[in-house]
């Protein structure tokens, strides 16, 4: 069974700090994929990343980043310079197996970036 | 781009009703699927498809069937309507390669009285 757990179910920071979303996922896999989603109030899941198992990069764009460490199964996600339009819900999502396989998500943080 | 749409952003039915959600996809891709999202509970996956007439249960498939009659489409239905259905219902595609990344719809808000 696969598990991904976002610790964080809200977090409220001013504008400009610096702010990371933890994930922490669980599977037997040896191959899968970790994806990052965000949720704007509109509703739509917007893709942001996916990272297979065998890429340990970390990976940079533009404010965002995210560290991905298989000893501690951790993928977390970093905003550097929050803004206002940063605010919205982050899911961090599992897929271990075939493409046709769904994604295990989390259950999301609620990211609230203050003026 | 990829764009997935859904046939109704808002939906309001009755208990009991038989209700059809529409996902249509314009990218040629192999695999689609229907997650719903509550609060608290996160995206879970009710159905997915990975071919054409092809369907498989996700997590929580009770009280729901699908339809995939032509690729570009994939439909839910609630044979039967129930105010635990109450929900945000997210129909996703993938190309199906290994690598492969999920596209998400808009989403429908569906409310059952």
């Known amino acids: 069974a696969q598990k991904v757990t976002q610790a964080q179910t809200e977090i409220s920071v001013v504008e400009k700090e610096d702010v990371t979303l933890d994930c922490v996922y669980e599977t037997r896999d040896t191959t899968y994929y970790l994806f990052w989603y965000k949720q704007p109030p509109s509703g739509e899941l917007v893709f942001l990343i996916r990272?297979?198992?065998?890429?340990?990069q970390n990976e940079i764009s533009g404010r965002y980043s995210w560290n991905f460490q298989k000893s501690t199964s951790s993928f977390n996600f970093t905003i550097t310079a929050s803004q206002v339009v940063d605010s919205a819900v982050y899911f961090c999502?599992?897929?271990?197996?075939?493409?046709?396989?769904?994604?295990?998500f989390g259950k999301g943080t609620h990211l609230i970036i203050q003026p | 781009d990829v764009k997935v749409t859904q046939s109704s952003r808002y939906l309001v039915k009755r208990t009991g009703e038989k209700v059809f959600l529409e996902c249509v996809q314009d990218m040629d891709h192999e695999n689609m699927f229907w997650y719903r999202q509550d609060p608290g509970l996160g995206l879970r996956l009710i159905y997915f498809s990975y071919d054409v007439k092809m369907k498989e249960k996700g997590d929580i498939p009770e009280g729901y069937s699908v339809s995939r009659e032509k690729k570009e489409r994939f439909s839910l239905i609630l044979e039967s309507a129930s105010t635990n259905q109450t929900s945000m219902y997210l129909c996703a595609s993938s190309s199906g390669t290994r690598t492969d990344t999920q596209y998400f719809g808009p989403g429908t808000r569906l409310t059952v009285l």
């Open positions: 999502a599992l897929r271990a197996g075939g493409g046709a396989d769904g994604l295990t």
């Open positions: 990272r297979n198992s065998f890429d340990e």
